[in-house]
């Protein structure tokens, strides 16, 4: 999960990193070309993280999913709670 978050708070800092370029530079055509261009690079970045680390937080969460239920499921079967 702390990857994850990470992984979160480096796309946030990037995005805002692209975000005070643009207000610092709107006025000039050739800056605005650049950064569309590396708005759509910041863009599949993160698409392409969400990708790869979404199987694995599922993963991980159906598993702890099944322990959780399968632990309250044994003990009401032996008769504790």
């Known amino acids: 999960m702390k990857m994850v978050k990470r992984i979160i708070m480096a796309s946030v800092v990037s995005i805002v990193a692209v975000v005070t370029a643009v207000v610092a530079s709107a006025a000039d055509d050739g800056v ?6 590396s708005f759509q690079s910041v863009v599949n970045d993160i698409m392409s993280t969400i990708t790869a680390v979404l199987p694995i937080a599922l993963g991980i969460l159906g598993l702890t999913l099944v322990v959780t239920f399968g632990i309250k499921w044994f003990k009401r079967i032996i008769g504790k709670s």
Not at 32 to 37: G, K, M, N, Y
């Open 32 to 37: 605005q070309a650049v950064l569309q261009s």
